[in-house]
């Protein structure tokens, strides 16, 4: 059974960091894409970074390019968002997302995502 377990999320100035953390527990992700989306409150869930456990390829929404990095560590099961200089407009509910089923291209499209974790909020003023 895969659970998905985000952590790292909190309140922060805007300018400041914070990586947010999903644990993968009892998922082998080494063929698949993992993803990290957020949802502010009345606004659709966002593709914000996804990355291939195989070969490490990343992928970004637009708003975050620059300024949040995805990464994994295949052996501890997690997958990690660091984010830094924080904007109020990245203030959102966290999620994890894995098993990814969806046509290359489409990482950043909830929809292609079987597996989601709880979230974490980021709260940036």
């Known amino acids: 059974h895969v659970q998905l377990v985000e952590s790292g999320g909190g309140s922060v100035q805007s300018g400041g960091s914070l990586k947010l953390s999903c644990d993968a527990s009892?998922?082998?992700?080494?063929?698949?894409?993992l993803g990290w989306f957020r949802q502010a409150p009345g606004k659709e869930r966002e593709g914000v970074a996804a990355?291939?456990?195989?070969?490490?390829?990343?992928y970004y929404v637009d708003s975050v390019k620059g300024r949040f990095t995805i990464s994994q560590d295949n052996a501890k099961n997690k997958v990690y968002l660091q984010m830094d200089s924080l904007k109020p407009e990245d203030t959102a509910m966290y999620y994890c997302?894995?098993?990814?089923?969806?046509?290359?291209?489409?990482?950043?499209?909830?929809?292609?995502?079987?597996?989601w974790g709880q979230g974490t909020q980021v709260t940036v003023s």
């Open positions: 997302a894995a098993d990814f089923r969806g046509l290359m291209g489409s990482e950043l499209h909830a929809s292609g995502y079987k597996d």
């Open positions: 009892g998922y082998s992700h080494s063929s698949n894409c």
């Open positions: 990355i291939y456990s195989g070969d490490g390829t990343t």
